[in-house]
Structures are given as structure tokens and as C-alpha cells.
């Protein structure tokens, strides 16, 4: 499996970006998605996850109201749309793959992205 993040950039608070995360390797349909991320000097975090249909979906409290997740199965590919953006939101941004949910959402998946960073300024 083969993961590639982009979209990211700098933006300014209160914007809006989207990051798309294009999968490849296997069948994308089969894989529970997730987006993390890693701001300087912190730890990397839980974002936001998917499952396989896209139907359940679920969020960190920081990012809960401002960012969906979503996936195209027919293009092999998972977004995240964040709007409402502040500087803490500032990072890498990881998307990350598993055929589990329990995995993906504590940062334990098999597969990762190369990440693709958001700078948000005030």
C-alpha cells in the first residue's frame, strides 16, 4: 500500500484547505482511513477517521465542527476539508491506513503518508 498526501499550504486563519490522501496498492474500499498530525515540538495526534464505506465517521474534540473527512472509493481517495482554520491547527498532517478501525484511530496503522504540511497564520 502506497499512501500520498497533498494539498497542503499556508493559509490564514479563519481559511479553508482541503487534503487529499490517494491510495494505492490494494483495494481502498477494504481500509479504514484516518488523518493525523504533528505540530513542532508536540506529539503526533488522532484527527479524524473513516470507515470503510464511509459511512461512520468519527473526530478529535479539537477539530469537531470544523473538519470533515470524507472518501471517494471510485478514486481511491480520502480528504479532509478544514475550515475555520487558527494557527494551532499548524502541522503535518499524516494520512494513515488499516483494515481496522482500532488501529487507525490510536496511531498504530500498518500504512503512512508522507505527510503534507498546514501553516496557518494569525
Known amino acids: 500500500v502506497q499512501l500520498q498526501a497533498s494539498g497542503g499550504g499556508l493559509v490564514q486563519a479563519g481559511d479553508s484547505l482541503r487534503l487529499s490522501c490517494t491510495f494505492s496498492?490494494?483495494?481502498?474500499?477494504?481500509?479504514?482511513m484516518g488523518w493525523f498530525r504533528q505540530a513542532p515540538g508536540k506529539e503526533r495526534e488522532f484527527v479524524a477517521t473513516?470507515?470503510?464505506?464511509?459511512?461512520?465517521?468519527y473526530y478529535a474534540d479539537s477539530v469537531k465542527g470544523r473538519f470533515t473527512i470524507s472518501r471517494d472509493n471510485a478514486k481511491n481517495t480520502v480528504y479532509l476539508q478544514m475550515n475555520s482554520l487558527t494557527p494551532e491547527d499548524t502541522a503535518i498532517y499524516y494520512c494513515?491506513?488499516?483494515?481496522?478501525?482500532?488501529?487507525?484511530?490510536?496511531?498504530?496503522?500498518?500504512?503512512w503518508g508522507q505527510g503534507t504540511l498546514v501553516t496557518v497564520s494569525s
Open positions: 496498492g490494494r483495494t481502498f474500499s477494504s481500509y479504514v
Open positions: 494513515a491506513a488499516d483494515l481496522g478501525t482500532r488501529t487507525v484511530v490510536g496511531g498504530t496503522a500498518t500504512y
Open positions: 473513516i470507515t470503510w464505506s464511509g459511512t461512520v465517521t
